[in-house]
């Protein structure tokens, strides 16, 4: 029988494999890369702009080789990677509009690694514009990361605390999107918990839904996917699946929901970013360890 000793030396090797991160900031672009111990790769960027909507852009493929996000692409020029930004917040369209007619970001964000673990955080405030230039609602984004080296996730709690009253008007789309760099030659595929694909999963409810396709430099696929947590407001979650394969969780979409002055709303979500084949058992077990999280 091998002593515990053996067994503890055994396990070092990979052990080592999960380096600690590190924040990289460049406050002229207010952005923030996220790398690998000492390593020049970035694993993600967070861009905060001045007076701009906040957003994640590039999504790097786990082992650094393929950007699996998008920046304005001519089809949407208004997306960003991966951001929040709802229709109807009184009228007001903070999807589509992403400069500082909109927006106004917080000047102290918070990012923070662990010098012994491969976890990061990013928590930042951003506040909402009503039509004169008064705050509407506040927004604060407080997400963790994870690096599994074969896959990494990114845990995000969503707040929003009106400043008014607030009503969030019924829209298809809106919230937490996800554009990847989607090609009409190439293609994709989105498919969700209950395995409905494409435009099949387009306003359905769903747990999670998962986005993979061809990606540059890569022999094998970019995969995205968003597990939307069971407990989140106006459940089950329904989804919004666009013709290239841009996806979000669209929590308007069932109908008009409030928030009184002074009131918070919370949303939860988890991405999970990888490469290969679709890997259902993977985004089954992180689903339910997700919701059995508090």
């Given at each position: 029988m091998?002593?515990?000793?053996?067994i503890f030396?055994?396990?070092?090797p990979?052990?080592?494999?999960?380096?600690?991160?590190?924040?990289?900031a460049?406050?002229?672009?207010?952005?923030?890369?996220?790398?690998?111990?000492?390593?020049?790769?970035?694993?993600?960027v967070?861009?905060?702009?001045?007076?701009?909507?906040?957003y994640?852009h590039?999504l790097?493929?786990p082992?650094g080789?393929?950007i699996?996000t998008?920046?304005?692409?001519?089809?949407?020029?208004?997306?960003?990677?991966?951001?929040?930004?709802?229709?109807?917040?009184?009228?007001?369209?903070?999807?589509?509009n992403?400069?500082?007619?909109?927006?106004?970001?917080?000047?102290?964000?918070?990012?923070?690694?662990e010098?012994d673990?491969?976890?990061?955080?990013?928590?930042?405030?951003?506040t909402?514009?009503?039509?004169?230039?008064?705050?509407?609602?506040i927004?604060?984004?407080?997400?963790?990361?994870?690096d599994?080296?074969?896959?990494?996730l990114?845990?995000?709690t969503?707040?929003?605390r009106?400043?008014?009253?607030?009503?969030?008007?019924?829209?298809d789309?809106g919230g937490?999107f996800?554009?990847?760099?989607?090609?009409?030659?190439?293609?994709?595929t989105?498919?969700?918990?209950?395995?409905?694909?494409n435009?099949?999963?387009?306003?359905?409810?769903?747990?999670?839904?998962?986005?993979?396709?061809p990606i540059v430099?890569?022999?094998?696929?970019?995969?995205?996917?968003?597990?939307?947590?069971?407990?989140?407001?106006?459940g089950?979650?329904?989804w919004?699946?666009?013709?290239?394969?841009g996806?979000?969780?669209a929590?308007?979409?069932?109908?008009?929901?409030?928030i009184?002055?002074?009131?918070?709303?919370?949303?939860r979500?988890?991405?999970?970013?990888?490469?290969?084949?679709?890997?259902?058992?993977?985004?089954?077990?992180?689903?339910?360890?997700f919701?059995?999280?508090?």
């Amino acid at each position: 029988m091998r002593s515990l000793l053996t067994i503890f030396v055994g396990l070092l090797p990979s052990l080592a494999m999960a380096a600690p991160l590190r924040w990289e900031a460049n406050e002229k672009s207010r952005s923030w890369t996220l790398h690998r111990g000492e390593g020049d790769s970035p694993l993600l960027v967070v861009v905060l702009p001045k007076d701009g909507r906040p957003y994640f852009h590039p999504l790097l493929a786990p082992d650094g080789n393929g950007i699996l996000t998008e920046y304005s692409p001519a089809h949407h020029k208004h997306q960003t990677g991966l951001y929040v930004g709802f229709l109807q917040v009184n009228g007001r369209d903070f999807f589509h509009n992403r400069g500082k007619d909109h927006f106004r970001s917080d000047d102290s964000p918070g990012f923070i690694t662990e010098d012994d673990q491969p976890i990061a955080t990013a928590l930042f405030k951003s506040t909402w514009l009503d039509a004169d230039g008064s705050p509407l609602l506040i927004e604060t984004q407080d997400w963790t990361i994870r690096d599994k080296k074969t896959h990494y996730l990114l845990d995000l709690t969503w707040t929003g605390r009106a400043e008014k009253d607030i009503t969030f008007g019924k829209y298809d789309y809106g919230g937490l999107f996800l554009r990847m760099p989607w090609r009409p030659k190439t293609g994709g595929t989105a498919v969700n918990s209950a395995g409905e694909e494409n435009a099949k999963a387009e306003g359905r409810p769903a747990a999670w839904v998962d986005v993979g396709m061809p990606i540059v430099g890569r022999k094998d696929a970019g995969h995205i996917a968003i597990l939307a947590h069971k407990d989140n407001p106006g459940g089950p979650t329904l989804w919004r699946v666009d013709g290239q394969l841009g996806v979000g969780p669209a929590t308007s979409r069932a109908g008009a929901w409030k928030i009184e002055r002074g009131k918070t709303v919370q949303l939860r979500y988890r991405l999970v970013v990888y490469t290969g084949p679709l890997n259902k058992p993977l985004l089954e077990s992180l689903y339910r360890d997700f919701v059995a999280s508090r």
